[in-house]
């Protein structure tokens, strides 16, 4: 079965740097590739998707990339802001299915 | 925006009994799912759910466990003879597939936290 893995150790960086994220996977490249924003005691909101034959996307100050020869996804904040402290959440999609399997996520903590 | 709602926010419940999680997804999507996070663990699938019936789930949706669509808003998960391990955050999620087969993200609830006691 497919595994997420991500940095489970928290992130600390001073506002206004970028942060980057990590997301390896494991077994099957996966058709789609998202990354979600998750706070305490709430559920996931979505933030990116990127899919397989794509190398990078953006919206606003996040940017996505997904390399399958590495099986790596990186994941970007620019110009980091202590309302983007959060933890971040990759999860991937098999071709055939719509389940999503996410990674354990990255703490991020933008101190000002 | 629209959005997923979900009811209660919070279940405590005695182990052996049913609950029932409620789950108003957003209008005009068609895929609906269960997922579950236990404290400090990662969000894990349970069951997805598609044209009145069960299109996939995981080895944790065993026959404790069912779904349901009553009606055309509401979409249920029922558990029904709680375990101490059942404790958790359940999200809802739905999305909307697209007519030519590309993936469409999925939209989260906020969440049922069900402590059993």
């Known amino acids: ?26 077994n099957y490249s996966p058709a789609y590739l998202q990354w979600y924003r998750q706070d305490p005691g709430r559920g996931p909101v979505f933030l990116l998707l990127i899919r397989e ?10 940017k996505v990339t997904f390399d399958t020869t590495l099986k ?3 994941f970007h904040i620019t110009a980091s802001q202590p309302a983007d402290s959060a933890t971040y959440l990759c999860a991937t ?16 903590l933008v101190k000002p | 925006e629209p959005e997923v709602t979900q009811t ?11 609950v029932i999680l409620r789950c108003v997804p957003i209008s005009n999507h068609l895929y609906f799912y269960w997922y579950r996070q236990i404290l400090g663990q990662k969000v894990e699938f349970l069951v997805s759910f598609y044209n009145n019936e069960i299109s996939e789930k995981s080895e944790i949706f065993d026959d404790q466990f069912s779904v349901e669509r009553p009606d055309g808003s509401n979409f249920t998960l029922k558990i029904r003879s709680t375990k101490l391990e ?17 993936y469409n993200e999925q939209f989260f609830g906020p969440g049922t936290r069900l402590t059993v006691l």
């Open chain 2, 8 to 18: 209660p926010s919070h279940q405590v419940t005695q182990m052996g009994q049913e």
């Open chain 1, 93 to 108: 999609i098999k071709a055939a299915g719509n389940k999503l399997t996410f990674g354990g996520g990255t703490r991020v």
């Open chain 1, 53 to 62: 034959n794509e190398k990078e996307k953006r919206k606003e100050r996040l």
């Open chain 1, 1 to 26: 079965s497919q595994k997420i893995e991500q940095n489970s150790e928290a992130l600390n960086i001073q506002e206004g740097k970028t942060a980057t994220l990590t997301c390896n996977y494991t």
């Open chain 1, 72 to 74: 790596q996804s990186l």
């Open chain 2, 86 to 102: 059942d404790s958790a955050m359940y999200f809802c999620a739905s999305s909307d597939f697209h007519r030519t087969g590309n």
